[in-house]
């Protein structure tokens, strides 16, 4: 036993009336540890044995529950002078005694690999018969913030409210976000308000001189990461312009569809107008005469002529010439009788002249009766 542990143990004895000096953990390390994820951490655990430890030696590193109705889970152990770093599951490859001998008094577990569900409170627990020490260790595993996103919302008009916003979706709380501008002047706007929580830094009534490249970065305890935005302000559009335009193109719109109407209905109304006129005309034409009945007037008239001509000259003064050029009406056309009509006699032309008889002209028939 060194100078310093029989110091330490006299003072128990004289003045605290603590428990017989033996077996010590000397570990004087801060037992509140953070780490962040993906690192590693060392559990010191430092011990120093008395005269009378004279037992095996065990070692046990057990994960502590927050609640107090579970039992606590064994992590590594190291007695009979062997090594057993299997026992819990999550832990399994990543946990191992920093010291290839702990025997020698370094009992110090090392955890590779850290993660998020690591943290907890872990116990370092040696035993020597009659010597018993522990010593408790609360480690934190926190996880850096994730690489943020920025982006501007709102208008990027002049006199327009804007917000540019910042974020990480990972990241152990509390989180903090600043942010910085890298070009120009690198001052932050004067109507500038930042929300260092929230991630965000409002642009209250932009101008052209908030333009520029701004730099938000998110940091906890363990580590930062950054993003950049672009933010460019420029003037407003020529609303009224743009108004005139519109209805401009609008209404031109508008004329061309009234003229294109107005050219369909005029053609439809002319080619109604032509199909009207057409049918008139057809209407108008009167049906040809037949045949028949044309030479049915020729014989009658014919006929009429000829029994004229075979009457006396004393009866010819009652038929005046303008009664020629008259068709007779139907009624005076008719057939002659069922009488036999006496053969014409054979008497000369010259003959007929020296009687008085008038010259006809009677047009020849064939058998049906038809002119020829």
């Known amino acids: 036993m060194d100078l310093r542990t029989s110091c330490l143990c006299l003072f128990n004895v004289i003045l605290l009336t603590g428990p017989a000096c033996g077996l010590q953990i000397t570990s004087t390390d801060s037992t509140s540890i953070e780490k962040a994820s993906g690192q590693i951490v060392k559990l010191d655990c430092q011990y120093t044995l008395a005269a009378e430890d004279s037992g ?57 690999g850290l993660k998020a569900t690591d943290t907890g409170t872990y ?48 990241g152990t709380q509390p989180l903090q976000y600043v942010w910085e501008r890298t070009t120009g002047n690198k001052l932050l706007p004067p109507l500038a308000v930042l929300d260092p929580v929230g991630g965000t830094m ?41 108004i005139a335009g519109v209805v401009i193109c609008i209404l031109l719109v508008l004329i061309l569809l009234a003229l294109l109407l107005f050219c369909c209905c005029r053609a439809r109304n002319k080619k109604k107008y032509e199909k009207e006129i057409a049918y008139e005309i057809r209407e108008d034409v009167p049906p040809p005469k037949s045949r028949v009945s044309t030479a049915r007037s020729f014989t009658s008239v014919g006929s009429q002529r000829s029994s004229l001509g075979s009457m006396s000259p004393s009866n010819l003064h009652e038929y005046t010439k303008p009664q020629y050029d008259k068709i007779p009406p139907e009624e005076y056309v008719r057939p002659p009788s069922h009488a036999p009509i006496p053969p014409p006699s054979r008497m000369a032309g010259p003959n007929l002249s020296r009687m008085g008889a008038i010259p006809v002209m009677v047009p020849a028939q064939n058998r049906d009766g038809s002119i020829v």
């Open 202 to 242: 409002s642009l209250r009534n932009a101008t052209e001189v908030a333009s520029g490249t701004y730099k938000c970065i998110a940091k906890n305890r363990v580590g930062t990461e950054e993003c950049l935005v672009e933010v460019n302000i420029t003037q407003p559009p020529n609303t009224a312009g743009v």
């Open 123 to 170: 116990q370092c627990k040696v035993k020597k018969v009659p010597g018993i020490s522990s010593r408790k260790f609360f480690l934190t595993v926190m996880v850096r913030p994730s690489k943020p996103r920025c982006y501007a919302e709102g208008q990027t008009h002049a006199g327009k409210d804007m917000v540019l916003r910042c974020s990480s979706v990972e």
């Open 56 to 112: 095996p030696l065990d070692i046990e590193w057990s994960l502590q529950p927050s609640d107090n109705q579970k039992k606590e889970e064994v992590v590594i152990v190291y007695s009979g002078d062997r090594a057993f770093e299997h026992y819990y599951e999550p832990l399994k490859g990543r946990v191992h005694f920093n010291s290839p001998d702990p025997k020698n008094g370094d009992a110090s577990m090392n955890i590779m």
